[in-house]
């Protein structure tokens, strides 16, 4: 190189973060667009609690600015992780998007985990930050010390108390108290390509682990959404499903955060108070797994409320059951479902039933998404052809950049090019992808392959179930025995030789379940999500008293 040429090099590469800084578009710069666009709309609405409190788009870019500068002066800027153990509320969302204006990448934490399982995100994140609601300081505390992070933490706030704790200050401090003073926001040079969250999967794996997700990749993901979904920016929707799980966050608070919607957020999904807060706030949007719009359908005040707004219903999670779906379509006929199916991964979209196949296409996950390529492949990688079952593999700038620290799992989960979602599915004639099921739920048994959802719809096509689940547990002759768990609907009664004779109506031999258990509930997660290795491990020993194909138990 010449010595001439170095000026030259320098500007060019000074005119290129200039230009870069223009074009930038990361979480930070989507809310301080709408505060620009909706300054005096109301953003979000704290609902369901003593005292309600509302943020306007400009009031919530204020707060999220004081709470960046307050990241920044305590040591946390850019690259830096900060992690989020909170409940729903409006604390949640100014740390949401203070932490992007700190240059920070957030760490959404599953507040039903216990501390050690909190202290290991904590250390597999080297979070230097940790936001926490003060109903749940006591998992963080001890977090902080399965973690041995006190010495690393520059930052430890508890989002909803008025004075400090014991080596906690208030979020307050950081958001400014009642000041409605802007100071700006902090400068950054924060690429649209870098780390704006890590979320943790659940899976199946002994230890979660951490998807990176872009701002560009999220807001790639925004934009599907609001396409696929028909969302306005005059839309109200009500947010009752937890927001550290990657779909009430990011395939609706914060798209409807872009579009200048009013967002009313509630703590949790008890079904009077989403019947209730739907009619109040005449919301026209709402997303729950099916068990919860199952829970809606099921109480009093679902027939008693005005939900004449309510024109657009999501669900995701899992399939809806064909018979709750023509439940709802007769009892409320305006309003138009979708179901929106993805992975944390996916940041999360992925493929998408719109309202006109709900009943045409019943069970279907839809076709892919506006941004998102899909294929059914074979284990070698080949595209498989229509009616053939394979695992659902994407592609689509919605992807992770890879797991946290973990090379040889985010090989595994982009091999050959795509990104693996560990669902097994089949496309039909017209390229909708069925999920058969995820490949750890197929049931293998008398050398037979059984898929548990296939059963769970059977079984829900009986008037006095309410919900069921359908597991594989292990037997010394089958392999796996195929067992049912149901919850009956209120005031019904069920029996295990009524639900057999049920199945046997409807599934060949091999696919009837060989035990059956009636439960009040079955148990999920705080997404709605029923948690079949929960069942399994409770119901281990179901199976000892099943006979084998010669009769033997």
């Not at 509302?54 to 992780?81: K, P, S």
Request: glycine share 8%; charged share 25%; proline share 6%.
């Amino acid at each position: 190189m010449h010595d001439t040429d170095a000026p030259t090099t320098a500007a060019s590469s000074s005119l290129q973060r200039t230009v870069a800084r223009a074009r930038r578009q990361t979480l930070a710069d989507l809310l301080h667009r709408s505060a620009r666009r909706f300054p005096d709309k109301v953003a979000v609405v704290e609902a369901g609690v003593a005292e309600p409190r509302r943020r306007t788009f400009a009031q919530l870019e204020a707060d999220a600015n004081r709470i960046a500068h307050a990241l920044n002066e305590r040591g946390i800027g850019t690259g830096d992780r900060v992690a989020l153990l909170s409940r729903n509320g409006l604390p949640y969302v100014q740390a949401v998007f203070g932490v992007a204006k700190a240059g920070a990448t957030l760490v959404p934490i599953n507040f039903m985990l216990g501390g050690a399982e909190v202290g290991y995100v904590l250390q597999h994140s080297g979070a230097v930050g940790l936001l926490a609601q003060d109903a749940l300081l006591a998992a963080a505390d001890e977090a902080v010390e399965v973690a041995d992070a006190d010495a690393r933490l520059k930052v430890r706030a508890v989002l909803d108390a008025d004075d400090a704790r014991e080596a906690w200050e208030p979020f307050d401090a950081l958001a400014g108290g009642a000041d409605d003073a802007d100071p700006g926001a902090p400068e950054h040079l924060v690429a649209s390509d870098a780390p704006a969250q890590v979320m943790y999967t659940s899976g199946t794996e002994s230890r979660p682990k951490g998807a990176v997700l872009s701002h560009e990749a999220l807001i790639a993901n925004y934009s599907t959404c609001m396409v696929d979904g028909e969302m306005r920016g005059d839309d109200v929707q009500v947010h009752a499903l937890p927001l550290f799980h990657v779909a009430q966050q990011h395939v609706f608070l914060l798209p409807a955060i872009q579009l200048g919607m009013t967002s009313v957020i509630l703590p949790a999904p008890d079904p009077a108070t989403v019947l209730a807060t739907i009619e109040e706030h005449g919301a026209t949007m709402f997303f729950a797994p099916p068990t919860v719009w199952i829970g809606l359908l099921r109480h009093p005040d679902f027939d008693t409320r005005d939900l004449s707004t309510l024109t657009k219903g999501y669900y995701g999670a899992a399939i809806m059951p064909v018979e709750v779906l023509k439940e709802l379509s007769r009892r409320r006929p305006e309003l138009r479902l979708w179901n929106f199916y993805g992975q944390t991964e996916m940041a999360p979209l992925s493929t998408v039933l719109r309202p006109e196949d709900q009943l045409r296409k019943a069970g279907s996950a839809g076709r892919a998404a506006l941004n998102v390529e899909a294929r059914i492949a074979a284990p070698n990688g080949s595209e498989l052809p229509a009616g053939e079952i394979g695992e659902i593999v994407l592609r689509s700038p919605h992807a992770i950049h890879g797991y946290l620290d973990a090379p040889d799992k985010t090989a595994a989960a982009f091999s050959g090019g795509w990104f693996h979602s560990g669902d097994l599915g089949v496309a039909d004639d017209e390229g909708f992808i069925t999920v058969v099921d995820r490949i750890k739920d197929m049931i293998k048994t008398g050398g037979e392959n059984v898929a548990s959802r296939e059963v769970e719809e059977a079984i829900y096509a009986h008037e006095a179930v309410a919900e069921v689940a359908v597991v594989g547990l292990p037997h010394p002759e089958w392999i796996e025995c195929v067992v049912a768990i149901v919850v009956p609907r209120e005031g019904a009664e069920l029996d295990e030789s009524t639900l057999h004779a049920h199945c046997r109506e409807r599934l060949a031999g091999f696919k009837v379940p060989k035990a059956f258990r009636v439960l009040d509930a079955l148990p999920k997660n705080a997404s709605g999500k029923i948690l079949k290795r929960d069942l399994r491990e409770r119901f281990a020993d179901l199976a000892d008293g099943v006979a084998g194909p010669g009769g033997r138990g």
